[in-house]
């Protein structure tokens, strides 16, 4: 488990962030930062961050957002604009004001740039086309990506070239057209094969109830995005619908954080815990079988169970001997939570035990998702019944999991020798796995 000091590591942390290096070394960041934020005092300290990442051997694509330099014109030239986000109408005087707009915004990036000694180049590697007539709107000047130039970006960042991509992209004739920022920003994390897509945004990150979700599976960002009664703002609701996009076109990670904040950037990408919201691929495909290499992970993560006589302790050598039982929950390459599975002889039921959370991540789910996929995968080797021996966490695996009480009865002898043998005293519970339908490979 994380030790005191990694859980306190700042993203100034050198030795925190160096450990990241090879995992992150030639992979791709898009980074899409709202107009409101370039004009925002952080902005100096995210180019300083950008500046770091590049550092790393991180390849970042830049794109700017342009909404609130619009408003900030129109209210000077006393004119109506026909919409803010580039997803509405976008008439001729709006299409002007917004070339305007983004001028002033790309001038800017390039200045604060320039200032941290990266060099850069606005590009046309993207083409648009326009959106057209929707519901029977014609939608004027609003475009949408229809094609990114791979090859021509894939240069730039091998000569270490940060491309800036602005909102206003020409079609094929050269036709300038205004294109949404946050989908212009997905459609080229996912032809990039970039490993993150990051909104530096003014919010904390998607809120639910007050609250951001620092986690996010996918699916649940789905439910929450059809979910009729959840309110968001339109802002957010933009970067929500492409964030799950990204991830639907095999984007590892999309990221929704507060530009405001200093040190964000590297904090969501270099701290454990992270600072806004974090959307990243389904709720199993972070729970992995463990390997031989992870046997020193599982044993400390065994060693603080331990400790509260939780879970039974366990030598290194024990869990090497009986790694190929345990799986284990990860978070961008850290095991935060571990489980494993005992066949009982004859196979018709198994144990589910060493269910381990570190304690910064309670009350997360992690710990019900490990239980749930050790149904799953109980259930798909043949098994009829799943037992969990607990001391302390009756609770947990009766109302969060539905087992039910069971009795040494459903233990075989040479289990119900060795639990009385250990002195433990630990209640028996079970779970009928034929009220499953799914099963895992
Ligand atoms: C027990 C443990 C694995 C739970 O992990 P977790 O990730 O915090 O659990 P979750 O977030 O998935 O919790 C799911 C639900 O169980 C509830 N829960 C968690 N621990 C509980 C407990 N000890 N008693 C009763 N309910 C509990 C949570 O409140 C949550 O309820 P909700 O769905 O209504 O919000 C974790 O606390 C842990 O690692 N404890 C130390 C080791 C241990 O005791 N392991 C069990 C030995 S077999």
């Keep these: 488990m994380a030790s005191q000091r990694e859980r306190a590591m700042k993203p100034t942390d050198l030795r925190g962030i160096l450990r990241y290096v090879p995992m992150f070394r030639d992979h791709i960041f898009v980074i899409a930062v709202d107009g409101s934020i370039v004009s925002h005092e952080n902005f100096n300290n995210i180019v300083t961050d950008i500046a770091v990442l590049k550092s790393l051997s991180i390849k970042v694509i830049l794109v700017h957002g342009i909404g609130h330099q619009l408003v900030t014109l129109a209210g000077e030239h006393n004119m109506t604009i026909s919409d803010i986000q580039g997803e509405g109408i976008t008439d001729a005087p709006t299409m002007s004001l917004a070339r305007e707009a983004s001028a002033l915004v790309s001038q800017t990036v390039l200045e604060h740039l320039s200032q941290a000694g990266l060099r850069c180049a606005i590009t046309n ?151 806004g919201t974090m959307v990243h691929a389904n ?64 196979g018709k039921s198994m144990e589910v035990c060493a269910v381990y959370v570190q304690p910064f991540y309670h009350g997360r789910g992690v710990g019900k998702k490990l239980v749930e996929y050790a149904k799953l995968k109980a259930k798909s080797l043949g098994a009829k019944k799943l037992i969990a021996l607990t001391t302390q966490t009756q609770g947990f695996f009766q109302s969060a999991c539905n087992f039910v009480a069971g009795s040494q009865n459903d233990l075989p002898a040479a289990r119900r020798k060795e639990l009385k043998l250990s002195g433990r005293n630990s209640q028996v519970l079970q779970f009928n796995l034929k009220k499953l339908n799914n099963s895992v490979r």
């Excluded at 960042?157 to 991509?165: A, C, E, G, T, W």
């Design 125 to 275: 590697a993207v083409r648009a086309t326009n959106v057209g007539v929707i519901k029977g709107k014609n939608h004027l000047f609003t475009g949408k990506v229809e094609k990114v130039d791979v090859a021509i970006l894939k240069t730039m960042l091998s000569q270490d070239i940060l491309p800036l991509v602005t909102p206003i992209v020409c079609d094929r004739e050269g036709q300038s057209l205004r294109v949404n920022s946050d989908h212009l920003a997905m459609e080229l994390a996912a032809a990039m094969g970039a490993s993150k897509l990051i909104y530096l945004t003014p919010f904390p990150g998607l809120q639910i109830d007050g609250q951001v979700k620092i986690n996010l599976p996918e699916d649940e960002l789905k439910k929450i995005l059809n979910d009729k009664k959840i309110k968001l703002d339109p802002r957010i609701r933009s970067k929500a619908v492409q964030a799950a996009k990204a991830l639907d076109e095999d984007v590892p990670r999309a990221h929704i954080l507060d530009g405001r904040v200093f040190g964000g950037l590297l904090t969501e990408i270099f701290d454990k815990v992270g600072l």
């Design 283 to 346: 709720d199993y495909d972070q729970i992995r079988q463990a390997k031989k290499k992870d046997a020193q992970a599982l044993y400390n993560l065994a060693k603080h169970g331990a400790k509260t006589d939780a879970l039974v302790g366990r030598t290194r050598l024990q869990i090497e001997q009986t790694i190929q039982e345990f799986f284990v929950y990860e978070i961008d390459d850290s095991i935060i939570g571990c489980a494993a599975l005992r066949a009982y002889p004859g």
